[in-house]
């Protein structure tokens, strides 16, 4: 049987400022370089100790980040979209503009707490009222995976661990640039705080998230995100997999409920 979650049906519904979709191409460095997670590139990717950030990984970044610039290795691009949708049960019903379904995506409830859904953000189809999802698929482009793959191949470990991991946080923080685009297009990024480090710890409205990811484990979804979005336009395609190519580009179904939050859901606790 289906039972719905305690969250809010009657929050204030957004209006995005378009319907449909857009791709953005030439995105500057200089626009989301600042929300580079640090912390992650720094201990997570490189596996620098505290007393080397400072010594040693900022220079590093400095410097490579300027021959990125200099060798026009990245080719930041974004397709996003905004879509009307209801909810039904454990699905997102993404709707066309004569309120026919489209496609669904059918996410897992937790078996126990609060039994939350992603769906459960989205007005209810009975409530007769259309709600909105926002969709978008970012990358940094192929260049600098090839310049990570020649530096591989010419056993240069050091120098392509670095890039590689590297390349991987400038997705996600183009990602997170993006998704604050989107919370102020939709009027909800009042709230957001004004230091980073209460960014990466997401207290604002407005939760983004990843296909693969506790919430939304299906990477079948990708497909139907590619469906809506067609990022080949900015370069990027899906395996047979369900991997995104180049790697350096992440997808997201970004969720404007002030409940919506990072949850485990189906058997993981």
């Not at 007393?51 to 590093?60: C, M, T």
């Not at 230091?195 to 990477?219: H, I, K, N, V, W």
């Not at 590619?226 to 350096?248: D, K, T, Y």
Request: charged residues 25%; negative net charge.
């Amino acid at each position: 049987g289906h039972v719905r979650s305690d969250v809010a049906t009657d929050n204030p519904l957004p209006t995005p400022p378009f319907w449909g979709t857009r791709v953005i191409k030439g995105i500057q460095l200089k626009e989301y370089a600042s929300w580079l997670d640090e912390t992650a590139l720094f201990r997570g990717q490189w596996g620098l100790t505290k007393d080397l950030v400072e010594s040693e990984g900022r220079p590093r970044l400095r410097g490579l980040l300027d021959r990125l610039q200099t060798d026009n290795l990245l080719e930041a691009a974004v397709v996003h979209g905004y879509f009307p949708c209801v909810s039904k049960n454990d699905d997102l019903i993404i709707l066309d503009e004569a309120g026919n379904e489209r496609t669904r995506f059918t996410f897992p409830r937790q078996r126990r707490g609060r039994r939350l859904c992603l769906a459960d953000f989205f007005r209810p189809q009975e409530a007769g009222e259309t709600d909105v999802v926002a969709l978008q698929v970012v990358t940094v482009g192929s260049r600098i995976g090839e310049e990570s793959a020649r530096l591989f191949e010419a056993d240069a470990y050091r120098d392509y661990l670095e890039l590689h991991g590297l390349s991987v946080q400038l997705a996600e923080a183009l990602a997170e640039y993006w998704h604050a685009r989107v919370r102020a297009e939709l009027g909800i990024s009042g709230g957001d705080p004004a230091a980073l480090d209460g960014m990466f710890r997401t207290e604002y409205q407005g939760c983004r998230y990843s296909l693969g990811y506790p919430a939304c484990p299906d990477l079948e979804d990708r497909a139907k995100i590619a469906g809506l979005l067609r990022p080949e336009r900015i370069g990027v395609h899906l395996s047979e997999e369900f991997q995104l190519h180049p790697e350096q580009s992440t997808d997201a179904i970004v969720v404007h409920h002030p409940e919506a939050s990072y949850f485990n859901a189906g058997g993981r606790a």
